[in-house]
């Protein structure tokens, strides 16, 4: 695990933990959780209704076909889900918003592309080899956007 998660980790379980007796101290005597724990309740069943709503019979038939692993896989989904935010907000991962950010890296792709000592020293390096692995990965994910865009493994569909 990150440094970061594991500190966050710990100072929580210490916080939740503490040895003292006294039941003021709960963050569940807090009026203020109390409120949000309920907020978050009425939120999970207004969310669970629309989406069964919306699944309707398909995903009870969905449900039903899963049998008794339906449980362990929205558990483990869900695990996933709130491990992945917190790696997401330990890490302070976002996309860069700024314009000079996205023209600062197109840039410096464009002046490498076009400078024939990066070529060279890319050859004398090895890091053609990296480069050639990126360009298949590239080339990969844009022949699975096609298949999935046209829905058909080999060509389109046309109706003469």
């Known amino acids: 695990m990150r440094p970061q998660v ?10 939740f933990n ?4 006294s039941s003021t101290s709960s963050p569940l005597n807090n009026p203020n959780v109390q409120k949000a724990v309920e907020g978050a309740q009425k ?3 207004q969310t ?3 989406v069964k709503k919306v699944a309707g019979p398909l995903g009870d038939r969905v449900g039903s076909a899963l049998g008794g692993y339906r ?4 558990y483990n989904s869900k695990v996933v889900a709130s491990v992945a935010k917190q790696v997401w907000q330990a890490e302070k991962l976002a ?5 000079a950010t996205w023209a600062r ?3 410096q792709i464009w002046s490498r592309a076009t400078n024939g000592g990066y070529w060279r020293n890319l050859l004398k390096t090895g ?3 990296s480069l050639g692995v990126a360009a298949v990965e590239a080339y990969g994910i844009f022949s699975i956007g096609e298949i999935i865009g046209r829905r058909n493994l080999v060509g389109y569909n046309l109706k003469a």
Do not use: C, F
């Open 105 to 107: 890296a197109y840039s």
């Open 48 to 50: 669970a209704a629309t």
């Open 95 to 99: 996309p860069p918003l700024d314009a």
């Open 18 to 21: 503490s040895s003292s007796s």
């Open 6 to 15: 594991v500190r966050a980790t710990r100072l929580v379980g210490r916080r």
């Open 71 to 74: 449980e362990p896989l929205v």
């Open 127 to 129: 890091g053609w080899a």
């Open 43 to 45: 939120a999970y069943t």
